[in-house]
């Protein structure tokens, strides 16, 4: 019984491929398993994951003897509101490709590869921790952009992520008005203009 069982599988997941193949995210190329969180094995191996020499405050990525206290230069030299961040690869050309299609072209399944990355490196921090009481907020787009758009792609990795660890999820953030784009605006003036447009409210929505 085991031996049909195991054949018949196999033949199905055959069936399947053929039927429904798989591509890899960056290169298109086909691929046989989902192991490898969307990508193929070759594009796979070239994402730099950082995993040392990040700061512990903002999970920036620097050269060894770069830091001081593992601390960054920027986290030294600036005051931010929040207690720490999570950086999980380094931006690369291999990962450039997939994210932009992910935000920009519409691929709204790629969200599920990316909130599984991101939900693999947060769970390390989850489990040296002895409170339970996160929550999984996304940052919030204006209604204008998010009609132009059709999602929010930030919220589809929050309730991905919420889903897989396990945590609770709250809408609770709102974007008062719509600027521009911000890919072309130093960090410094992204901070000030989001310091500035995101607020919280307490009645929020909870569509898709």
Sequence with gaps: MFVYNKTFYYFLKKALDFAYPVFCINCNSKIQTLFYFGFCKTCFRRLIFIKENSCRKCGRFFAPGKSEKNI???????????????????????????????KYSGKKHYGYFFASLMAASLKKFLLKETSSNYIIAPVPLFRKRKQQRGFNQSKILALHITKKLNLSYDDFLIKTMDTSSQTELSKKQRRKRNSTTIRQHLNAASSY
């Design 72 to 102: 960054c230069a920027q986290c030294r030299e600036n005051a931010y509101y929040f207690e720490k961040c999570f950086s999980v690869l380094i931006f690369n050309e291999y990962i450039r490709k997939p994210l932009f299609a992910f």
